[in-house]
């Protein structure tokens, strides 16, 4: 049974960096897509960030507003996913959660981190 875990949530000024962490277990971390996926107070869920799998070559990939600031990451030895933000802005505020997947879309999810962007 798949188990993800995130952490390295928490708050922050704007501009500030967070680094998101994702441990997993129970299934073969490498053949996976990974994906980050956030959900704002009062939104809907929103794709962050994906990086696929060893044998698709590990290509990252990021929504728009996140280009250039955010960076996926993924280190098969030790079965985890990680996100660097940098430059944080109050609009990433969210809910945090950390998903395995494939190429046609979503799997499992984490519990989520809550990171929060302010002054």
């Known amino acids: 049974q798949a188990h993800l875990v995130e952490s390295g949530g928490g708050l922050v000024q704007p501009g500030g960096s967070l680094r998101l962490s994702c441990a997993t277990s129970g299934f073969i971390f490498h053949s996976y897509w990974m994906y980050w996926v956030r959900q704002a107070p009062g939104k809907g869920l929103e794709w962050v960030s994906s990086i696929e799998s060893e044998q698709d070559g590990m290509n990252t990939h990021y929504v728009d507003s996140v280009k250039g600031r955010f960076t996926i990451s993924r280190d098969n030895a030790k079965n985890t996913l990680y996100l660097q933000m940098n430059s944080l802005k109050p609009e990433d505020t969210a809910l945090y959660y950390c998903?395995?997947?494939?190429?046609?879309?979503?799997?499992?999810w984490g519990q989520g981190t809550q990171v929060t962007v302010s002054a």
């Open positions: 998903v395995r997947g494939n190429k046609y879309g979503f799997g499992a």
